[in-house]
């Protein structure tokens, strides 16, 4: 790890640690796409067929970048690395789906994130406290450590899903994980937060911006689950670290909203055959551009406006 190799100047290798990572994501992306499984087009998606064709599982690469050049250039610890296999993992599984000529069940992808999150779960507790604050009321609590295990299992598991729903507009998933991540580590710096893995959460960053220097509109490839998932255990991850999960709730909220409620809807519909927003086209993003006549990039950049607002928001009262 040339981190630790060189102690003296760690900031500067850090500083160089993302300059290669995004250099690393972009030139990967653009000579190995060719090598990724091709989009099929989904029929269930707004404009879901004009993807026909496109590399899908792009995800896979700047995923890959992220880890290696987290372990070479970012100071971390036995927590990390399990936290680091954990996201390989989950990109994993879904690159297979990614790949498969038959999409994968939500049942067998539903378990194997289950598993994930428990192992996510486990290994936040044997490292840290059960103790959280509730940073806007400048409240420190408690949790019973059975219970907040639960609780992590949730919240993991649900960000990987409703992270992995927002994917269907061009910079969409990434813009959105982007303002989120940004605003944690902001969060993390007031808060005093200042421990190895906020470094990780830059070269996530840098690293998806590599990725959407490709999947701008019109995108020329697709990140497919392999970069939605792995997305969505980091930011968990992130929101678990900062020692203020609750600030998921707002400073994901777009997150939540665009792909949240289309899993609510279903949900509902399949176990208590309740039907419930009848009227509304889940995800999100597909409502506004079915029913309100936005564009790809209004989409995009207006959900991302919302979600910056409500985040500044969030900062401004950590900060005054």
């Known amino acids: 790890m040339i981190y630790f190799l060189l102690k003296e100047n760690q900031p ?4 160089l640690g993302l300059l290669i990572a995004f250099a690393g994501t972009c030139i990967l992306t653009d000579k190995c796409s060719y090598l990724l499984p091709r989009d099929a087009g989904r029929e269930f998606a707004l404009e879901g067929k004009l993807s026909a064709g496109k590399p899908r599982g792009a995800g896979i690469i700047f995923i890959l970048v992220f880890v290696a050049s987290s372990f070479l250039f970012a100071p971390i610890d036995v927590e990390s690395i399990i936290y680091l296999l954990l996201i390989t993992a989950e990109m994993v599984t879904g690159y297979l ?6 999409p994968w069940s939500g049942l067998k992808k539903g378990i194997m994130d289950l598993v994930i999150a428990s192992v996510a779960a486990y290994t936040y507790l044997n ?8 940073a806007t009321l400048g409240l420190r609590v408690t949790i019973p450590p059975v219970l ?10 649900g960000s990987i899903n409703v992270t992995n729903c927002t994917d269907g507009v061009d910079g969409l998933s990434g813009t959105l994980t982007i303002i989120t991540l940004a605003t944690f580590y902001v969060v993390d710096n007031i808060m005093e937060n200042k421990d190895g893995f906020t470094v990780l959460i830059l070269f996530m960053i840098i690293c998806i911006l590599g990725y959407l220097w490709y999947n701008a509109t019109p995108s020329r490839l697709l990140m497919g689950d392999a970069g939605s998932r792995a997305m969505g255990i980091f930011i968990s991850i992130t929101a678990l670290k ?5 600030l998921y709730i707002p400073v994901a909220i777009v997150i939540i909203l665009d792909g949240g409620l289309g899993l609510l809807k279903v ?3 399949k176990v208590c055959h309740i039907h419930i927003l009848t009227n509304i086209r889940t995800p999100l993003h597909d409502h506004v551009r079915k029913k309100m006549g936005w564009s790809n990039t209004q ?8 979600q910056i607002v409500v985040s500044v928001a ?3 009262v950590l900060l005054l």
Do not use: E, K, Y
């Open 97 to 102: 789906d990614d790949a498969s000529a038959h």
């Open 12 to 15: 500067l290798v850090a500083a």
């Open 314 to 316: 969030i900062v401004s």
């Open 148 to 157: 907040f295990g639960i609780l992590t299992v949730a919240l993991v598991w």
């Open 299 to 306: 989409t995009m950049v207006r959900f991302s406006i919302i």
């Open 267 to 269: 949900s509902l519909i």
């Open 127 to 134: 490292f840290n406290s059960n103790t959280i604050q509730i």
């Open 242 to 246: 900062s020692g203020c999960p609750l």
